[in-house]
T-cell receptor, first 112, second 116 residues
Framework: GEDVEQSLFLSVREGDSSVINCTYTDSSSTYLYWYKQEPGAGLQLLTY?????DMKQDQRLTVLLNKKDKHLSLRIADTQTGDSAIYFC????????????FGAGTRLAVHP | DAGITQSPRHKVTETGTPVTLRCHQTENHRYMYWYRQDPGHGLRLIHYSYGVKDTDKGEVSDGYSVSRSKTEDFLLTLESATSSQTSVYFCAIRPGLAGGHSYEQYFGPGTRLTVT
């Protein structure tokens, strides 16, 4: 079945850029999403990209999509301590009622 | 804020007891989803609904049932709770297709369930 994989942990220094990577198996995924989860909270939609795009920028966030390699990345510029959270990559399942397939999440730790 | 509330927010129950979790939305969205979140697994879909009385199974539906008698409420029931159902449960909605079709889902705050 469909699978989404992410590295589990990333540590960066405050002010540096963070890059969180994701690979997926469903080549027919039409939309790909990044969600952020802070401790004790639900998931917050950060951004998404449609599969006919290869890049999307939204303020400090840049999403890159390589469809050939089925690779998605989220770059956070000028990372702040408030960016410390778990980041989930998700793909829209190509069949059925808009099922999303989630990765296990990447925990981003920002240190001074 | 997608107007989603979940209740209770925390619950501790004993093995073998029935448990019902409630998801309530205020914006009349047609599609609603129940996920569970466990370390190392991300979120996994339990059940979803595409309208009143219209529900279907997700990938981890064993031991769970759902009901949707009103647009605004989607209930998740554990008929006989087991320790393997200790998890954090999230409800989500998908806005309709008016305007852009990005199919994103918005999540509630979650319910932490512990089965002892």
């Amino acid at each position: 079945g469909e699978d989404v994989e992410q590295s589990l942990f990333l540590s960066v220094r405050e002010g540096d850029s963070s890059v969180i990577n994701c690979t997926y198996t469903d080549s027919s995924s039409t939309y790909l999403y990044w969600y952020k989860q802070e401790p004790g909270a639900g998931l917050q939609l950060l951004t998404y990209i449609f599969s006919n795009m290869d890049m999307k920028q939204d303020q400090r966030l840049t999403v890159l999509l390589n469809k050939k390699d089925k690779h998605l990345s989220l770059r956070i510029a000028d990372t702040q301590t408030g960016d410390s959270a778990i980041y989930f990559c998700a793909t829209r399942h190509s069949g059925g009622y808009n099922k999303l397939i989630f990765g296990a999440g990447t925990r981003l730790a920002v240190h001074p | 804020d997608a107007g989603i509330t979940q209740s209770p927010r925390h619950k501790v129950t004993e093995t073998g007891t029935p448990v019902t979790l409630r998801c309530h939305q205020t914006e009349n969205h047609r599609y609603m989803y129940w996920y569970r979140q466990d370390p190392g697994h991300g979120l996994r879909l339990i059940h979803y609904s595409y309208g009143v009385k219209d529900t279907d199974k997700g990938e981890v539906s064993d031991g769970y049932s759902v009901s949707r008698s009103k647009t605004e409420d989607f209930l998740l029931t554990l008929e006989s709770a087991t320790s393997s159902q200790t998890s954090v449960y999230f409800c989500a909605i998908r806005p309709g297709l008016a305007g852009g079709h990005s199919y994103e889902q918005y999540f509630g705050p979650g319910t932490r369930l512990t089965v002892t």
